[in-house]
Structures are given as structure tokens and as C-alpha cells.
């Protein structure tokens, strides 16, 4: 019997077949991971979601991510100071998450590389024309995280690594709900 045939019984005594990659007959072009080396892409590569392939950008992105925290903290402080008296409660509780993100990226990067993050170079703040220039720049800011989150977390095999981006993007996410909120009430859209 060849390997493709035989098989073990589970405990109802059905057979478990086990197939080499390549040759289950259900899954002709099965490989160990998706992305291994001399796959034929048939619609699009997927090796970018291979951990593996991916951890290299994902270091460099989590260093990326930290050294923007300065220009965010000045951004956050600006919008508190003008944001009406009602709002500033929402804007503190995604600054203090985007603080929360900060040190847990910096943990990260730590673990990965035993470094810390080299520190960024002096940063230049653009104050936003007007406050809801500002929740549209934060808004749009948000969304452009959660793209750039996506790429780290392909980077780990590791569930508690992966865990903690996803608590991150999940906050994101719910950061840009908060920024619609206030666009919304603050009629921004005119």
C-alpha cells in the first residue's frame, strides 16, 4: 500500500488518509504552507501571508508605527484643545489607546529583535486647517493603520503576537466608528 492509501482509524473506525503534498487527489496543488518555494500562483501569489515571508516587513512596520507617536501625541493634543468640551472624552479615550498601542509595539519590536526601536528624528507637526479637517485627517489616519497592522500581523505565527495586533487593528477599527461619529456631529460633511 502506498503512502497516499493507507491509513489510520479514527474512533468510529473511519479511515484517516494521509497525503504527501502534492498528492491528495481532493487538493492536486497542495504544498506544506501556502506560498512555498515553486507554487504556481493561478489567480494571486500568496506567499506575502506566509509568516515567514512576511516577519521582515512586519519589524520594520511596527518600527514605522512607534516612530510616528510623537507627531500623534502633538496631533492628539491639538484636537483636544479645540475640540467642543463633549467631545473631548471620546478623543481621550483613543489617545489613550493609541498610547497603549505605542508600548505594546515597542514590546514587540523588543521581543523580536532584543532592541529598542531607535528613536525617531525630531518631528514637525501640520496643524490642521480647522477641527474637522482634523477628525478627517484622524479618520482617514485610522483606516491607513489598519492596513498597515494587517501587514505586521502576517508576520506571526505566534498566537499571543497575533492576539495583541489583533486587539491593535480591532482598536483601530473602532477608533475610525468614533472619528465617523464625530465627523457626523460636528455636520463636517459640509
Known amino acids: 500500500m502506498s503512502d497516499a492509501t493507507k491509513g489510520n482509524n479514527d474512533s468510529a473506525g473511519a479511515a484517516i488518509f494521509h497525503y ?12 506544506p504552507y501556502p506560498g512555498y518555494p515553486g507554487v504556481v500562483y493561478k489567480y494571486h501569489p ?6 515567514i515571508y512576511a516577519l521582515p516587513e512586519a519589524v520594520d512596520l511596527i518600527a514605522k508605527s512607534v ?8 496631533f492628539y493634543d491639538y484636537l483636544l484643545s479645540v475640540a467642543p468640551p463633549a467631545q473631548r472624552d471620546v478623543i481621550s ?4 489607546d493609541e498610547r497603549k498601542h505605542f508600548r505594546l509595539f515597542k514590546e514587540l519590536y ?28 484622524a479618520l482617514f489616519g485610522e ?3 489598519v492596513e498597515r497592522y494587517r501587514k505586521i500581523l502576517f ?7 497575533r492576539n495583541i495586533l489583533t486587539e491593535i487593528y480591532t ?14 456631529l460636528n455636520a463636517c460633511h459640509k
Not at 46 to 51: A, G, I, L
Not at 93 to 96: A, K, N, T
Open 171 to 184: 482598536d483601530e477599527l473602532k477608533h475610525a466608528s468614533k472619528w465617523n461619529y464625530l465627523f457626523s
Open 20 to 31: 504527501p503534498p502534492g498528492n491528495n487527489p481532493n487538493y492536486p496543488m497542495q504544498s
Open 155 to 161: 508576520g506571526f505565527e505566534f498566537i499571543p503576537y
Open 93 to 96: 479615550s483613543i489617545r489613550d
Open 46 to 51: 500568496t506567499y506575502e501571508y506566509v509568516s
Open 67 to 74: 516612530g510616528s507617536e510623537r507627531e500623534d501625541e502633538l
Open 110 to 137: 523588543w521581543e523580536l529583535t532584543g532592541r529598542d526601536i531607535p528613536p525617531a528624528s525630531e518631528v514637525t507637526f501640520k496643524r490642521p486647517d480647522s477641527y474637522c479637517e482634523g477628525i478627517s485627517r
Open 143 to 145: 483606516l491607513a493603520a
